[in-house]
């Protein structure tokens, strides 16, 4: 049915169509919403709104425009176009609040106003309070609530610490105990012993005498720091010669020929010969076997 005008009565119908859509339909008040409204128009004309960017149109309406796009759409077939407004608003004051009214202004395509449409939405939007209506004062603040948290509980967590911290200590002792049980159990001149066999067989290969001194100077120190509880491997001559004598160690005057030897080797540029090398090593080997601690009898 054609729209009536009181001067020229019917006239032709106007081809477009304004549809609005409110996302999300309630909010609380400062909340944020989207205001989508689409425009489909005739081709030949563009379309825009007017009214959001107002203060005095908006301030009846408790919106605010905080942001809008705009985009626009042509069909490469037929005889309408659309235009969509993205509107984001903050709403403010209580209860349903209908969308406040714009214009919808159309123009050709030269630029012209061809009409101006005033459109007031039929959607609203229900605002709700922060708070109860009801309320008139400040509620005040609760208390933090203590934790219910039982004696005879933290009596057993407490027991349970100190449980498993006794449990590492003993495990820690028992572990002590056994390592230092078992290097005892070690017999430091067997394993001197065998080494000097191994160098002697080196030595009959083939191994330079000087090289032979070198690690028979090792073997000694070795033996004699874990025999004697001193510290031989990085100690001086002097200062085993020191510590030997504090001890009162049997064969005293051998074990130290063997490293003075051994240092004239190393630092005198000395040279002994194979059978030197021998000697010296049968030598280590009765000295090692002197000193050793006879056993215990049971």
């Not at 081809?15 to 008040?29: C, E, F, G, T």
């Not at 349903?96 to 159309?106: A, E, N, S």
């Not at 002994?272 to 006879?294: F, G, M, Y």
Request: net charge positive.
């Amino acid at each position: 049915m054609l729209p009536f005008s009181p001067l020229f009565g019917a006239v032709k119908a106007v081809p477009y169509r304004i549809n609005v859509k409110v996302i999300p339909d309630s909010a609380l008040v400062g909340d944020r919403i989207r205001c989508l409204i689409t425009v489909h128009h005739s081709e030949k004309e563009v379309a825009a709104i007017e009214g959001f960017d107002r203060s005095d149109s908006l301030a009846n309406h408790f919106f605010e425009l905080v942001s809008r796009k705009h985009s626009s759409s042509y069909p490469l077939s037929g005889e309408s176009g659309t235009e969509e407004f993205e509107l984001e608003l903050a709403v403010f004051g209580r209860g349903y609040q209908p969308l406040p009214p714009f214009t919808v202004v159309f123009r050709d395509l030269q630029g012209r106003v061809t009409k101006r449409v005033p459109y007031t939405p039929s959607v609203s939007l229900f605002v709700r309070a922060l708070t109860d209506s009801s309320m008139r004062e400040l509620r005040p603040l609760k208390p933090p609530l203590k934790p219910s948290i039982r004696p005879f509980l933290i009596m057993s967590v407490v027991a349970g610490v100190f449980g498993v911290a006794g449990m590492v200590l003993l495990l820690l002792f028992l572990l002590k105990r056994t390592v230092r049980n078992s290097a005892e159990r070690v017999d430091s001149g067997q394993i001197a012993q065998r080494k000097l066999r191994k160098l002697g067989s080196s030595l009959s290969a083939g191994m330079p005498p000087h090289e032979c001194y070198e690690e028979l100077s090792n073997i000694m120190r070795s033996f004699l720091e874990n025999h004697y509880r001193i510290s031989a491997l990085e100690a001086v001559t002097q200062e085993i010669e020191r510590d030997l004598k504090k001890i009162g160690v049997a064969g005293f005057e051998s074990i130290m020929n063997l490293l003075k030897q051994a240092d004239l080797v190393k630092f005198a540029d000395s040279r002994p010969d194979v059978e030197e090398s021998r000697q010296s090593l049968k030598k280590a080997s009765e000295v090692i076997r002197s000193t050793r601690i006879p056993k215990a009898e049971g």
